[in-house]
Nanobody, 127 residues
Framework: QVRLVQSGGVSVQGGGSLTLSCTVS????????MAWSRQAPGKEREGVAA???????RYANSVKGRFTISKDTAENTLYLQMNSLKPEDTAMYYC?????????????????????WGKGTLVNISS
């Protein structure tokens, strides 16, 4: 059974840092295209970052240089390190996975084209 279990929600002041985690079971994360997406209030869900089975990373322009996606193969866990946080980063953050490794290349991760999803972590950034 595929499961993606995310860390709990948190509030952080603008300019601060935060790391989200997503522990997976039922598959080996390093074999999949893994990604983080977010949905801000009143907006559609958007891809934030992705990491392929080859370890290559991709980012949305809005977070490039501030966010880092990584994975711990021993712990089968996906991370999203977020720095220089802004109020506009406030959103529900979701981890996602796809067994189609090409989804990390094709951009499917940007368009919510992943197969498995976590339940979400609420991140609130105060100004």
């Amino acid at each position: 059974q595929v499961r993606l279990v995310q860390s709990g929600g948190v509030s952080v002041q603008g300019g601060g840092s935060l790391t989200l985690s997503c522990t997976v079971s039922g598959f080996i994360a390093s074999d999949y295209c893994m990604a983080w997406s977010r949905q801000a209030p009143g907006k559609e869900r958007e891809g934030v970052a992705a990491i392929g089975s080859d370890g290559l990373t991709r980012y949305a322009n809005s977070v490039k240089g501030r966010f880092t996606i990584s994975k711990d193969t021993a712990e089968n866990t996906l991370y999203l390190q977020m720095n220089s946080l802004k109020p506009e980063d406030t959103a529900m953050y979701y981890c996602a996975a796809s067994p189609t490794v090409a989804d990390c290349v094709s951009g499917a991760w940007r368009a919510n084209g992943m197969d498995y999803w976590g339940k979400g972590t609420l991140v609130n950034i105060s100004s």
